[in-house]
């Protein structure tokens, strides 16, 4: 099975910081990362497919990028809406896999 | 626009099966351009893929809980069901159904349930 780490478990950002996860894949999985916003008591929200594609509707601050092993999530600008757990998934083999998640704050 | 919705017991009992549904509305379960999924979260903790059932009745499950699951569909009430049997305490959690779609070559879960909590205690 494809194990997927997640780094850091969390962090506090202000208003306006630009804001990284990181990602990893136990092995290369090309582009098939997928990554979801969770807010508290709600399911999760696609936000980024294949690795750097942005879901419609979303808004430009979110971005993707990587392939192989080793991906990044990276939010622009941090706006107060953006408290959240983000997950990384992949899609390459099954089982599907899911990060352990990032717990985002605002400072 | 198609909502999922799940249902069923919020408490069983240890060593029981915990059954739940879901029903898809405002669309079709028999669509073949998707996977219908359960996904699970223990309380503070992350997402883990329990596994999913195509329209034609296919299944694939997580190695993890294989042995203790069972995904069917019923396509004339438009549900899928999940059973997860000999249930213990580690099996508490937020069970979440999803809808697993290809596009383009990608897949994604782009639509979810908006979850059930299920407790496991005497």
């Known amino acids: 099975d494809i194990q997927m780490t997640q780094s850091p478990s969390s962090l506090s950002a202000s208003v306006g910081d630009r804001v990284t996860i990181t990602c990893q894949a136990s092995q290369d999985i090309s582009n098939y990362l997928n990554w979801y916003q969770q807010k508290p008591g709600k399911a999760p929200k696609l936000l980024i497919y294949?690795?750097?594609n942005l879901e419609t509707g979303v808004p430009s601050r979110f971005s993707g990028s990587g392939s192989g092993t080793d991906f990044t999530f990276t939010i622009s600008s941090l706006q107060p809406e953006d408290i959240a757990t983000y997950y990384c998934q992949q899609y390459d083999n099954l089982p599907r896999a899911f990060g352990q998640g990032t717990r985002l704050e605002i400072k | 626009q198609v909502q999922l919705q799940e249902s069923g017991p919020g408490l069983v009992k240890p060593s029981e099966t915990l059954s739940l549904t879901c029903t898809v509305s405002?669309?079709?379960?028999?669509?073949?351009?998707?996977?219908w999924s359960w996904i699970r979260q223990p309380p503070g903790k992350g997402l883990e893929w329990i596994g999913y059932?195509?329209?034609?009745?296919?299944?694939n499950y997580n190695p993890s809980l294989k042995s203790r699951v069972t995904i069917s569909v019923d396509t004339s009430k438009n549900q899928f069901s999940l059973k997860l049997s000999s249930v213990t305490a580690a099996d508490t959690a937020v069970y979440y159904c999803a809808r697993e779609v290809l596009v383009r070559g990608f897949w994604y879960f782009d639509l979810w349930g908006r979850g059930t909590l299920v407790t496991v205690s005497s």
């Open positions: 405002g669309g079709s379960v028999s669509s073949g351009s998707y996977y």
């Open positions: 294949d690795a750097s």
């Open positions: 059932i195509y329209y034609s009745g296919s299944t």
